[in-house]
């Protein structure tokens, strides 16, 4: 369970390294920090999934596209490498959502002139196929040891079902992500009000800007409003719903959280809650986490029973 936590430890910390980079040293620390003590995002780092890592690479990927919109765009090679790098590792981990999201964020700069150069610079004929050698290198590899059973039944359960049916029984209307997010995101979704606010504002602009009738646009906000469709919108809409799909569309938040907080000249409201996120990460992380692990041994008399059913030839 280390590495889970390393992951989520590291997408905090480049959380902080892409707001800093959006914004100012101030706004980045908050941010660091928000995404830290929300409720929800922390416990992923408790639990040996492939969520985590899956989070990670998006947000380093985000990173890289970041650096490259920058104005001064030094080591611009460095970042296309982290960026194929971390598009390889993501297919590598869980297939389809990485491409979603970073390939849904370079598609909306590809639909303009002045911003389709970027794509061009990351070259993706050329290393989109290098970057998904790994994955398909592991495919061929699986559907040899099981005779493409593996492989069918992954393409069917990850991919097909739950883009068409509920995964678990777990299913709802658009709109229960946001809904989920003022739960998630406590303490700090009391500014989700401010964060949708300017999320709209910025959409505005961007729709005009693609229609001509504005002459610039923050591409920073760009980034960011393309990152919340196809890291948290684009999962609205798929019938089988699951409190990690938008895990990526967090580290998001957090940024503009953090920048909403500073945007009020009260500062009270933000040092109450600072202390509220405290005690509710000391009491979910230690009080209650030290409870519900013993409920964990009902878990492990189930695949007592299942060793005991299963011969050792059994996949």
């Not at 660091?32 to 380093?60: H, Q, R």
């Amino acid at each position: 369970r280390i590495f889970p936590t390393l992951w989520i430890t590291l997408t905090c910390v480049f959380t902080y390294l892409i707001t800093k980079q959006i914004f100012d040293e101030k706004t980045a620390l908050r941010s660091f920090f928000i995404l830290a003590t929300t409720l929800y995002f922390p416990l992923n780092g408790k639990i040996s999934l492939v969520d985590s890592l899956l989070t990670f690479t998006e947000t380093l990927g985000f990173y890289a596209l970041v650096m490259l919109t920058a104005p001064d765009k030094k080591k611009s090679n460095l970042y296309i490498a982290l960026f194929w790098f971390s598009i390889s590792l993501g297919t590598l981990v869980k297939g389809p959502p990485i491409l979603i999201y970073l390939g849904g964020i370079c598609f909306v700069f590809l639909l303009h002139k002045r911003t389709r150069n970027l794509i061009f610079d990351l070259k993706p004929w050329f290393f989109l196929p290098i970057a998904l050698l790994p994955l398909f290198l592991w495919g061929y590899i699986a559907w040899q040891k099981t005779n493409g059973e593996l492989i069918r039944w992954m393409i069917d359960w990850y991919v097909l079902r739950r883009a068409t049916d509920p995964v678990f029984g777990q299913s709802g209307p658009p709109g229960v992500y946001l809904v989920l997010f003022f739960i998630t995101l406590l303490p700090w979704s009391i500014y989700l009000p401010l964060v949708g606010k300017k999320i709209w504002t910025e959409t505005k602009n961007i729709v005009l800007f693609y229609k001509g009738k504005v002459e610039s646009i923050n591409i920073n906000y760009m980034l960011i409003v393309s990152g919340l469709i196809f890291g948290w919108v684009f999962y609205e809409f798929m019938s089988s719903k699951l409190p990690s799909y938008p895990l990526a569309a967090y580290p998001i938040l957090s940024l503009l959280i953090a920048n909403a907080s500073l945007s009020i000249q009260n500062q009270k409201l933000y040092h109450w809650l600072t202390k509220i996120a405290i005690l509710q990460f000391v009491f979910v992380n230690i009080i209650f986490s030290i409870y519900f692990n013993t409920l964990k041994t009902d878990t492990k008399r189930i695949a007592g029973e299942w060793n005991q059913i299963l011969s050792e030839n059994d996949h």
